[in-house]
């Protein structure tokens, strides 16, 4: 069945605009990378009208769920392209760029702030971690984030220019959180009691949409339970 691509496209300064285009899926498999892959390879690039049009600006690497570069909105839910089955949307698929951060080209955005956030918080190991067999399995799981964004998008209390960092910066947060030896475990908490428990609305819409599966309930309990726990005492 031929399947119809809506895009929302944009060029640089200009106004974004959306544009039709007419895929025929080569397999039952075909994702939405795949067909824009497709779109891209043909010579003359054509939309739905027949009329010329620029190749598709997007972004991918791994093609396999696993660096996140993909992300995009589908159907109005943030996905990975290459994780979108097109046989799961009944002929029309509408593919926009994420919203909450600034648009590059097409369906490519800059996402350099979830990257900052990392760094400006430094959350990564200095030294060797450990951990007892619960915070390990919190700190596994936290490892697997693609930082992705699609967290943030569905997220009401996320900015790009808050204080609030959201679930991609909560993620790695929760892996210190689990593994950090107790004298290096205040600061962290501190930081995640500012930058993530103060601004979170707790209303978990977060939940249920991350791409890589990860519990975010359980992760977000888990360093919740401590930051208040550091209130109490
Ligand atoms: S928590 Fe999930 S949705 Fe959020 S950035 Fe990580 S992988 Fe993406
Ligand atoms: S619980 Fe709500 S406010 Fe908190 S990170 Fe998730 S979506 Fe954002
Ligand atoms: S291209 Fe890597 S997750 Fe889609």
């Not at 809506?6 to 039952?28: A, G, H, M, V």
């Not at 009944?90 to 760029?97: Q, R, T």
């Not at 959201?166 to 475990?185: C, H």
């Amino acid at each position: 069945m031929t399947e119809l691509l809506i895009l929302r496209r944009k060029n640089q300064d200009e106004k974004p605009y959306w544009q039709r285009f007419n895929y025929d899926p080569k397999s039952t498999d075909d994702s939405v990378a795949s067909a824009l892959t497709a779109l891209n390879e043909q010579e003359n690039l054509r939309d739905a009208e027949g009329k010329p049009a620029a190749p598709i600006r997007w972004e991918c690497s791994c093609l396999q769920k696993k660096c996140g570069a993909c992300a995009m909105v589908i159907n109005n839910r943030p996905r990975l392209a290459c994780g979108a089955r097109l046989s799961e949307f009944k002929g029309v698929v509408k593919i926009e760029p994420l919203r909450k951060f600034p648009v590059i080209a097409d369906l490519m955005v800059d996402r350099s702030v979830m990257f900052e956030n990392l760094k400006t918080l430094r959350l990564w190991f200095e030294s060797d971690a450990k951990g007892k067999d619960k915070a390990m399995s919190v700190s596994y799981e936290a490892s697997r984030c693609l930082q992705c964004g699609c967290c943030l998008e569905v997220c009401p209390n996320f900015h790009i220019d808050g204080k609030f960092t959201g679930t991609a910066s909560a993620v790695p947060m929760a892996r210190l959180l689990a593994q950090l030896p107790d004298s290096q475990k205040k600061a962290m908490t501190d930081k995640y009691r500012l930058h993530v428990y103060e601004g979170c609305g707790k209303s978990l819409a977060c939940r249920n949409i991350c791409p890589a599966d990860l519990d975010i309930d359980e992760i977000l309990l888990n360093s919740n339970a401590i930051a208040v726990w550091k209130r109490f005492f």
